[in-house]
């Protein structure tokens, strides 16, 4: 059974630090891994989708990469900003059912 | 292109009562999925569809039935509420790659 660990639960920075978001998993064959934040009371919004295939994916101020023998991806926010916290997950889907696993979030506060 | 959309957006039930939450996409996806959401747990999936007239158990399905009847909602029923059963649930639905999520129904059984 696919298991998905975000470390840190949750994180504090100042503003204008670039910083990194961890998420591991613990089966190797994944299809996809994709990257959502959800703000206070919110539902999920699609932040980066990586392909078991690639290695990393840029938009903005994000970049995500995935490196899938050892189980690993990781969020880079550059010059993070106050509108930047919220609470930020991953999700790893399968190869064959389509079903996703998602991490319990890292939670980020960027102060001004 | 409304994406998305959950209906109600707030529910409270008292144990033993029924309810459907409705979701609906306008994005023609096949998938569909039903989550809860809980302190501490995380997302956890309840059901799900692969297209019109297909549901299938996910990781949490007791307690909760579902329907496809058309391909763009997918509906999550609860026959006799619980306590236990005091979430937040999201629906959503994906491309062959990517996931979209529904704002949410916050539920609480009294």
């Known amino acids: 059974k696919q298991e998905v660990t975000q470390i840190p639960a949750a994180l504090s920075v100042p503003e204008g630090e670039n910083l990194v978001l961890n998420c591991s998993f613990t089966?190797?064959?994944?299809?996809?891994l994709q990257w959502f934040r959800q703000d206070p009371g919110k539902g999920l919004t699609s932040l980066l989708l990586i392909q078991s295939s690639q290695r990393e994916q840029t938009s903005g101020r994000l970049n995500a990469s995935l490196d899938k023998s050892s189980g690993r991806s990781t969020l880079y926010i550059a010059a993070s900003q106050p509108g930047d916290s919220a609470t930020y997950l991953c999700a790893v889907r399968d190869t064959n059912a389509g079903k996703s696993t998602f991490g319990d979030g890292t939670t980020l506060t960027v102060k001004p | 292109n409304a994406g998305v959309t959950q209906t109600p957006k707030f529910r409270v039930l008292k144990t033993g009562q029924s309810m459907t939450l409705l979701c609906a996409q306008d994005?023609?996806?096949?998938?569909m999925y039903w989550y809860r959401q809980d302190p501490g747990m995380g997302l956890r999936l309840i059901h799900y569809?692969?297209?019109?007239?297909?549901?299938a158990k996910g990781e949490v399905p007791d307690g909760y039935n579902v329907s496809r009847l058309k391909k763009q909602n997918f509906l999550l029923g609860l026959e006799s509420a619980a306590p236990s059963q005091t979430s937040v649930y999201f629906c959503?639905?994906?491309?062959?790659?990517?996931?979209?999520f529904g704002p949410g129904t916050r539920l609480t059984v009294t």
């Open positions: 089966d190797s064959a994944i299809y996809n």
């Open positions: 994005m023609n996806h096949e998938y």
């Open positions: 959503a639905s994906r491309t062959a790659y990517e996931q979209y």
């Open positions: 569809s692969v297209g019109e007239g297909t549901t």
